[in-house]
């Protein structure tokens, strides 16, 4: 089954240590994004990739950075992680000219940092 | 700018009740709209949407939900709640962006099935 895949689900760094979550697809979206939801919050979207172009939200930390090697994977760098960035993280993704039907989440990962 | 409000983050509804989740938009074009439900440490799943056409819209497991622009309603119903149906509710509205579109979300509403 086409899906959208999120490695690990559960990551634990310690402050300020660099971490990297993933995200791939087999769907061949063209279009992937971040959210990052805090408990019992709505998802809030960090940045997203339409193919190559990269697209930040205006109030995205510079903490956060994104990249996207090709189509099927993007990844989620924290630089400098601190104890307010412990979250879900939620990979997204859809097809640019097809958003509105949805789009498709992986499962999440969970942050935690100590 | 487009919004979502959704009144009530937490629902208590009995096995067998019906089950109304309130969702508000506020939208200066014709909004796209969207209910999405997330089961613990997963991610979202679409129930619905909302694009043109039929203001009446029905979803997966049984759900549905009414476009009422004079209201700028959204609202998610089942006839009949089942304890699986248990989660969090998100509604959603669509945002164009720079080719593509983005979601904004609501803040949710937890639903509690009772036995």
């Known amino acids: 089954d086409a899906m959208v895949i999120q490695n690990p689900r559960y990551q634990v760094t310690q402050f300020g240590k660099p971490v990297t979550l993933s995200c791939s697809q087999t769907l061949n979206h063209n279009v992937m994004y971040w959210y990052q939801q805090k408990s019992s919050q709505a998802p809030k979207l960090l940045f997203h990739?339409?193919?190559?172009?990269?697209?930040n939200e205006a109030d995205t930390p510079d903490n956060f950075q994104s990249r996207r090697p090709n189509t099927s994977f993007c990844f989620l760098d924290i630089r400098s992680p601190g104890l307010g960035d412990a979250a879900m993280y939620l990979c997204?993704?859809?097809?640019?000219?097809?958003?509105?039907?949805?789009?498709?989440f992986g499962p999440g990962t969970r942050l935690t940092v100590t | 700018a487009q919004s979502v409000t959704q009144l009530g983050s937490h629902v208590s509804v009995s096995e067998g009740a019906l089950v109304l989740l309130r969702c508000n938009y506020s939208?200066?074009?014709?909004?796209?709209l969207f209910w999405y439900v997330q089961y613990p440490n997963q991610g979202l799943q679409l129930l619905l949407k909302?694009?043109?056409?039929?203001?009446l819209v029905k979803g997966i497991n049984g759900f549905e939900a009414e476009f009422k622009k004079s209201e700028t309603s959204f609202h998610l119903t089942k006839p009949s709640a089942h304890m699986s149906d248990a989660a969090e509710y998100f509604c959603?509205?669509?945002?164009?962006?720079?080719?593509?579109?983005?979601?904004?979300f609501g803040t949710g509403t937890r639903l509690k099935v009772l036995a």
């Open positions: 909302y694009t043109t056409g039929a203001t």
């Open positions: 939208s200066s074009v014709p909004p796209y």
């Open positions: 997204a993704t859809s097809r640019a000219l097809e958003t509105l039907r949805g789009q498709y």
């Open positions: 990739y339409y193919d190559k172009d990269f697209n």
């Open positions: 959603a509205v669509s945002d164009r962006i720079s080719g593509t579109y983005k979601y904004i």
